[in-house]
């Protein structure tokens, strides 16, 4: 299982305030992924990134931002928090085609925005 | 388009067996997935079925009919810890994971 971690847990800001979501794996995944989850509901892929300086968007239009500078690194932007981004994001990694694309996640990031 | 069907909500009694069944719709398939999600917690990794046919780890198994578009995950001696949504995605033709809305499952004692 892939060692995955998120920082911060657990975050309340205020509207407006700009918030970096950390993601760090030690396993070498090449893959990278950012999904948003709403309590109860399906996952929704925002960002993905193949490798280094590599990044894509997902199938749900968000208002944030990633960068791919290091393999292990993957952080997540949001520049002027809402209320609408209120939501649990969770960090995934994978080795690729090698595991058939086996994603593991990070225990993910609960964002309230007030 | 690409879509996966699940049930989305079964209650079964701790100590029987449930099946949880997905069919699934995609342009290409290099392999199907099931996750166990607790409320609040990040989804964590059961199984993954390339081939047909049955995949057994300790009380789950997993199946997979390719030519069916189909996948089971069955899970024996329920206990009440295994109260969680199960959630199957499939590896499209670009490795891209497709996932379903998960099938919560509610034991009962």
């Known amino acids: 299982e892939a060692d995955i971690y998120q920082t911060p847990r657990y975050l309340v800001i205020g509207t407006g305030k700009k918030i970096t979501l950390e993601c760090s794996q030690t396993?070498?995944?090449?893959?990278m992924y950012w999904y948003q989850q709403d309590p109860g509901m399906e996952l929704h892929l925002i960002h993905y990134?193949?490798?280094?300086?590599?990044?894509e968007k997902g199938d749900l239009s968000s208002e944030s931002t990633v960068s791919r500078i290091r393999t292990e690194h993957f952080p997540l932007t949001l520049e002027s928090a809402r209320p609408s981004h209120t939501s649990q994001y969770l960090c995934?990694?994978?080795?690729?085609?090698?595991?058939?694309?086996?994603?593991?996640f990070g225990e993910g990031s609960w964002l309230t925005v007030v | 388009g690409q879509n996966i069907d699940q049930p989305t909500e079964m209650t079964a009694t701790e100590g029987a067996i449930v099946q949880i069944n997905c069919t699934y719709q995609?342009?290409?398939?290099?392999?199907l997935f099931w996750y166990q999600q607790h409320a609040g917690e990040a989804p964590t990794f059961l199984s993954y079925n390339v081939l047909d046919g049955l995949e057994e780890k300790g009380r789950f198994s997993s199946f997979l009919s390719r030519s069916k578009g189909y996948s089971y995950l069955l899970l024996k001696e329920l206990q009440m810890k295994d109260s969680a949504s199960y959630l199957c995605a499939v590896s499209d033709s670009n490795y891209q994971l497709i996932w379903g809305a998960g099938t919560k499952l509610i034991i009962k004692p």
């Open positions: 396993m070498g995944h090449d893959k």
């Open positions: 990134s193949y490798g280094v300086n590599s990044t």
């Open positions: 995934a990694s994978s080795a690729g085609e090698f595991s058939g694309n086996t994603i593991y």
């Open positions: 995609t342009s290409g398939f290099n392999g």
